[in-house]
């Protein structure tokens, strides 16, 4: 009956998946607040399937899956990524996929294939969304959050993010803001933030309690554009152990100046 425990939070992850809080840095305020100048007009759209075998329970109580995403007008490049982004993190399946219909149908898909294997593997659930965080004249950013559970002792938590360049219709990626050859010196400090924050000396190892790759820091690329800095973000499993949750780490442009490539999308916020 583990199922039970995990989607009786169900309902209360509806209301609050995108209010899900980070451990961040934040020596700038809030990186992560929403904060946006709407120069494109959207509206949030929602994408939901119920397993046919739930008949009338609640979707407490049986397998479902709930995207929330926004929708923009005029922007058939932007709503594709949008879209294609969800159903990249979040796909049940081997199948790739690109679209929110697709990927709730995965959830569907994945938890039916399994009840034919596995009697009583219990329902299969997800709840996601992907938000606005900020939106100027040249940048778009947005959060993602989702939590999914198909079978096991727990479900899992998820971040990502997707910063979009207003100008040139497409994703952005470190390369498209940070100078070539960036890498090490944003691994160094990077490090020296994520120790300071960690509570650890210079020398202290980071292979007893963590999962960095021969106990070598190394940073993502699930990061977020904010006005006064970088936000990364580390799920679950991915450097620590579930019962530690996701570790954020903020890189304040302050630190990374010399790193930063002239006349990009953050050059508007550096003074």
């Known amino acids: ?92 399946g081997d199948k790739k996929i690109s679209t929110v219909k697709e990927l709730v149908h995965s959830v569907i898909s994945a938890y039916l294939a399994d009840t034919e294997l596995i009697k009583d593997k219990g329902s299969y659930s997800l709840v996601a969304s992907l938000k606005v965080m900020h939106q100027d004249s040249y940048l778009l950013a947005f ?50 933030i994520f120790r300071k924050d960690e509570k650890l000396n210079a020398n202290t190892p980071l292979t007893d309690n963590y999962f960095f790759k021969n106990g070598k820091f190394s940073l993502n690329d699930n990061f977020m554009i904010t006005p006064t800095g970088l936000q990364f973000v580390y799920n679950e499993y991915e450097i620590k152990s579930f019962a530690q949750g996701q570790t954020g780490l903020f890189i304040p442009y302050a630190q990374i100046k010399s790193l930063l490539r002239p006349n990009s999308v953050v050059s508007q916020y550096l003074k």
Request: some cysteine; proline content about 5%; glycine content about 8%.
């Open 143 to 192: 959060k993602i959050d989702g939590h999914t559970y198909s079978g096991g002792a727990h479900g899992l938590d998820k971040a990502a993010f997707l910063n979009w360049d207003i100008k040139k219709q497409r994703e952005l990626t470190l390369n498209d803001i940070l100078v070539n050859g960036y890498r090490q010196q944003l691994t160094m400090i990077g490090e020296k």
């Open 1 to 92: 009956m583990k199922h039970i425990f995990i989607l009786t939070g169900l309902s209360t992850l509806l209301f609050s998946v995108s209010n899900i809080h980070l451990p961040v840095n934040r020596p700038f305020g809030n990186p992560l607040r929403s904060e946006t100048r709407d120069t494109l007009a959207y509206k949030y759209h929602t994408a939901k399937e119920r397993s046919p075998d739930c008949g009338g329970r609640p979707d407490s109580d049986c397998t479902v899956a709930k995207v929330v995403y926004p929708y923009f007008n005029n922007q058939p490049l932007l709503n594709s990524s949008i879209q294609r982004k969800l159903a990249t993190v979040f796909n049940f």
